[in-house]
C-alpha cells in the first residue's frame, strides 16, 4: 500500500514562504505517476495547487502559478512544495497524493495523506 | 476555470434510502469526473472516477452517471458508514482541476 507523510511548519508568518516535503512510502516517486498537492479550508473547500510527475512535467493551478514551485527528490523518495509570500488565504489543510488517472492535462487522486494543517499569522 | 456546482449542499436521509447528489460543470467536461467521499478529519477517498467507473473496493451500492456538464452520485441504500461529506472533481484537459463545494449526508 503506498503510503504518503506531510511535513512541514504547523505557522507561518505573513509574507514568508511556506515549505512542504511529501514522504512516500512502498512506491518508487520515479516510477511513474503524477504527485500532487491539494489543499482545503473551510471557506473554499478543496483546491488543487499543483502536480508533478518524475521527469520534470509540472502543472501548477493559475490561482498560486506565481507563487509555487514543485520539485521531486527521487534520492530521497519525496516531493515537495514551495508557497512564498503567503496570507492568511493560505490558511489549510494541506495534502499530498499520488494519481490514479489522468486526462491530458489534470489528475484524480487516489493515495492521500493525512493532511497536515498550516497556519499563516502573525 | 470550469466552476463545479453540487447539490444539495447538505442532505438528510436515513439508513436504507436511495440519495442522489448532483454536480454540475459550468462547461462541458466530457466524462472527465471524479466522486470522492471525505469523513472528518480524514483525507478524501477516491469513490468513482470518468464519471461511471468505480474505483476497486468500493462497495456497489455507490454508482456514478453522467457526462457533458451533468452528474450524479447513487448510494442505492444508505448504511451507516456512508454518512459523510462528498466531492466531485473535474479533470478536463480544458482547464485546470476543480472540486465542487461539497454535500454533505447527515441523518
Known amino acids: 500500500q503506498v503510503q504518503l507523510q506531510e511535513s512541514g511548519p504547523g505557522l507561518v508568518r505573513p509574507s514568508e514562504t511556506l515549505s512542504l516535503t511529501c514522504s512516500v512510502s512502498?512506491?518508487?516517486?520515479?516510477?511513474?505517476?503524477?504527485w500532487g498537492w491539494i489543499r482545503q479550508t473551510p471557506g473554499k473547500g478543496l483546491e488543487y495547487i499543483a502536480m508533478?510527475?518524475?521527469?520534470?512535467?509540472?502543472d501548477i493551478s493559475p490561482s498560486v502559478k506565481d507563487r509555487v514551485s514543485i520539485s521531486v527528490d527521487a534520492s530521497k523518495n519525496q516531493f515537495s512544495l514551495t508557497l512564498t509570500s503567503v496570507t492568511a488565504a493560505d490558511t489549510a489543510v494541506y495534502y499530498c497524493?499520488?494519481?490514479?488517472?489522468?486526462?491530458?492535462?489534470?489528475?484524480?487522486?487516489?493515495?492521500w495523506g493525512q493532511g497536515t494543517l498550516v497556519t499563516v499569522s502573525s | 476555470d470550469i466552476q463545479m456546482t453540487q447539490s444539495p449542499s447538505t442532505l438528510s436521509a436515513s439508513v436504507g434510502d436511495r440519495v442522489t447528489i448532483t454536480c454540475r460543470a459550468s462547461?462541458?467536461?466530457?466524462?472527465?469526473l471524479a466522486w470522492y467521499q471525505q469523513k472528518p478529519g480524514k483525507a478524501p477517498n477516491l469513490l468513482i472516477y470518468d464519471a461511471s467507473y468505480l474505483e476497486t473496493g468500493v462497495p456497489s451500492r455507490f454508482s456514478g452517471s453522467g457526462s457533458g456538464t451533468d452528474f450524479s452520485l447513487t448510494i442505492s441504500s444508505l448504511q451507516p458508514d456512508d454518512f459523510a461529506t462528498y466531492y466531485c472533481?473535474?479533470?478536463?484537459?480544458?482547464?485546470?482541476?476543480?472540486f465542487g463545494q461539497g454535500t454533505k449526508v447527515e441523518i
Open positions: 512502498n512506491y518508487s516517486v520515479s516510477s511513474g505517476f503524477y
Open positions: 462547461q462541458s467536461i466530457s466524462g472527465w
Open positions: 508533478i510527475y518524475y521527469g520534470g512535467n509540472t
Open positions: 472533481q473535474h479533470y478536463s484537459s480544458y482547464s485546470p482541476s476543480t
Open positions: 497524493a499520488r494519481a490514479r488517472g489522468c486526462s491530458s492535462r489534470s489528475c484524480y487522486w487516489y493515495f
